[in-house]
């Protein structure tokens, strides 16, 4: 892996992004219940992702809409395409899931990993089990099957969008920064509304491919999605912008004030004195 340099608030840019990331294969991004995902409405084989450039990322910003009398717009999200799913999740498969998980929180990493495998068996249309393989695979530092691991939980379900970033993360930790950018862009084609593909692809861009200009967009993105709740990316924005000098925003760009209905250019004539009035008339 590349080594970097980083500074002391790159560095906790980089433990953000690994606790965004850190919650892939679970049934929602960030979420807390430790249960796999909806059943995946359908099975594809991996097909390997089209190089992606630096602009296309950059296609899949939110905007700030105005009205016609310049107000703002409330902003509604694309809805997120991997929670959406109808399907319920087996009781039996979630039971199983959460005890999986628990071997796991305990370090039983090889109770866990058979535990995780039956249940691929015995649910295979289930994708989050796959990446809690993939994440066991990368403790016992078996990054070929890491790597197989979160390509599979994509097979299964081309929609759950935790399998972008924990593939993405793997990506950035092997050192392949343009494949680990390549699927953050694929994340945001699924859903160009992904707050943790935005922030975890700003952090890419600045801190390891040192392109604080292509950064930005996407940590004010993260910033815009989320309401300005992290005040830790409201800090790094205001760096990153002395640092760019792009003071623009690319998210909310109002438009230009009506100018005011000028006066009319003729002045009212001023009123005339009475004793104005009396000169004129005696000359």
């Known amino acids: 892996m590349a080594m970097v340099s980083v500074k002391p ?7 953000t992004a690994v606790l965004l990331s850190g919650c892939a294969g679970l049934g929602t991004v960030g979420g807390v219940d430790n249960a796999p995902e909806a059943p995946a409405k359908k099975v594809v084989e991996s097909k390997p992702a089209k190089p992606k450039d630096d602009a296309a990322s950059q296609r899949y910003l939110p905007k700030q809409a105005y009205d016609a009398q310049g107000k703002k717009v409330a902003y509604v999200p694309a809805p997120n395409p991997y929670t959406s799913a109808s399907a319920p999740v087996p009781p039996e498969a979630v039971t199983r899931f959460r005890t999986a998980n628990g071997l796991m929180a305990d370090e039983q990493y090889r109770d866990a990993r058979k535990a995780f495998e039956a249940i691929t068996r015995d649910y295979p249309d289930l994708s989050g089990p796959w990446l809690k393989l993939g994440e066991l695979a990368e403790i016992g530092e078996r990054m070929e099957r890491a790597e197989k691991s979160y390509r599979k939980a994509l097979a299964v379900n081309p929609e759950n969008v935790n399998a972008y970033l924990a593939l993405a ?81 690319f998210i909310d760009n109002p438009p230009p004030k009506k100018p005011e209905e000028t006066v009319s250019a003729e002045p009212m004539a001023a009123e005339k004195s009475p004793e104005a009035e009396n000169t004129e008339e005696k000359g």
């Open 9 to 15: 608030w790159r560095a906790g840019a980089f433990m």
């Open 169 to 249: 993360m793997f990506q950035r930790r092997s050192g392949d920064f343009e494949a680990a950018r390549d699927t953050y862009v694929s994340a945001l084609e699924l859903w160009k509304d992904f707050p943790e593909a935005h922030l975890n692809l700003a952090i890419l861009y600045d801190l390891y491919m040192n392109q604080p200009a292509l950064a930005q967009p996407h940590f004010e993105a993260y910033d815009f999605l989320t309401n300005g709740d992290n005040p830790q990316v409201a800090d790094w924005l205001i760096e990153i912008r002395r640092r760019t000098g792009i003071e623009t925003s």
